[in-house]
């Protein structure tokens, strides 16, 4: 084991980034110790590079990860599967860990809500055990998260948005309850739209349609199973919708594209009845104006969805290596940046130069 390794640290929002060496260590009872394959920049990094998501500075960034395992600590000998977990082999992980039992993760059954609960590339690099973030050569798989083996037949670009982008589109659809033959418009084309509606048809939706203001993505959308692209710039858009959708709208509305702007929209394409999901308004202050009694009139059911359960994260991984031939995952993962380029990733990643950046230390 190296006595260090080199993480990719910012001081404050919008700064570069510098590579500082840090300590290792053996890991600690219920820790491993993983050297990383890749790690991906998802969107909620650049929100928080950016300084809209509180974030603390000097921190290390990077959520998206996989990795090699390179020691074991006392105690943690098999996955979330109950596979047994050894030197060397490739590995993913909850986005998040918690620090024991507690109500929200016992009773509520929304571990992802505990008090205390920490997230990877969330926390100041100050904090020990240093390594706890994807854009940096090793990472600290930590106590109350939930590990699972990755397969060898799936590549690196195909498993490392499972623990975040993959995992959170299926809570997402889980909570919109998509059934057979239902009709989804899913706003923002990015990652997670693709993935949310390639998951849509494999739950059973029979038309999904996709919103997304940039063109390149719109033409990536049949790929992933999405039947109509459209502009949400289109004068039209509502009446489009509800007449693919007819008789009265859309079962089932996501919102991934970020922007509480688009929320109305959403809800003038729901039928009665329908249901809207937000997934991508991460950012505190997103303020939007409703008319209530739309919600009451037309009975709809509203509801969010931050992070996913760890089952979550297994049906994400199963969900992948069953549909990798049917839909084309591995392409997502576009452009691919060394540690010491991780300023230049999150730039183009910013730009929509790339759909996901791959950070490849
Ligand atoms: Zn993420």
């Known amino acids: 084991m190296s006595a260090t390794g080199k993480v990719a640290v910012y001081d404050a929002p919008n700064q570069p980034f510098i590579l500082r060496d840090y300590p290792l260590r053996p890991p600690l009872a219920g820790e491993a110790l993983v050297r990383i394959r890749m790690s991906t920049i998802c969107r909620s990094d650049i ?23 390179e020691a074991l600590g006392q105690g943690i000998e098999r996955d979330m599967r109950g596979d047994a977990l050894a030197v060397g082999d490739r590995i993913t992980w909850s986005e998040y860990f918690i ?38 050569e090793y990472c600290y798989v930590l ?20 623990n975040c982008g993959v995992a959170t589109m299926v809570a997402v659809t889980e909570r919109a309850a998509i059934g057979l033959g239902d009709t989804v418009m ?3 084309l990015g990652l ?33 199973g999405i039947d109509h692209a459209l502009d949400p710039a289109d004068a039209d858009l509502v009446a489009k919708i509800r007449d693919l959708c007819r008789p ?11 922007a509480a702007a688009a929320i109305p929209t959403g809800l003038a394409c729901l039928r009665t009845g ?25 009975m709809i059911t509203l509801s969010g969805v931050h992070n996913y359960h760890p089952r979550n994260l297994m049906q994400a991984l199963d969900f992948v290596i069953a549909n990798r031939q049917r839909f084309p995952f591995h392409t997502l993962v576009d452009g691919k940046y060394g540690l ?22």
């Open 47 to 69: 929100h928080s590079y950016q300084g809209h998501r509180p974030n603390p500075c000097p921190g290390v960034l990077g959520h998206e990860i996989i990795g090699i395992i």
């Open 99 to 136: 620090p024991g039992p507690n109500y929200f993760t016992e009773v509520l059954d929304l571990p992802q809500k505990s008090p205390g609960v920490e997230k990877y590339g969330h926390m100041a690099v100050a904090s020990e055990p240093h390594h706890h973030g994807g854009f940096a």
């Open 143 to 162: 106590p109350g998260s939930w590990i699972l083996k990755l397969p060898d037949i799936l590549s690196d670009e195909e498993a490392t948005p499972i």
């Open 186 to 188: 899913i706003q923002g």
């Open 192 to 224: 997670l739209g693709l993935y949310g509606a390639a998951i849509a048809k494999a739950r059973g939706a029979r038309l999904v349609i996709g919103l997304d203001g940039v063109a390149a993505r719109r033409d990536l959308a049949a790929s992933f």
């Open 248 to 258: 009265d709208g859309a079962d089932v509305a996501i919102e991934v594209c970020g």
């Open 274 to 298: 329908g249901r809207y999901v937000l997934g991508g308004v991460v950012n505190p202050g997103s303020m939007v104006q409703l008319d209530a009694n739309v919600l009451l009139r037309r």
């Open 340 to 361: 010491d380029q991780v300023g230049q990733a999150m730039a183009d990643a910013a730009a929509h130069k790339v759909l996901r950046a791959a950070i490849v230390p």
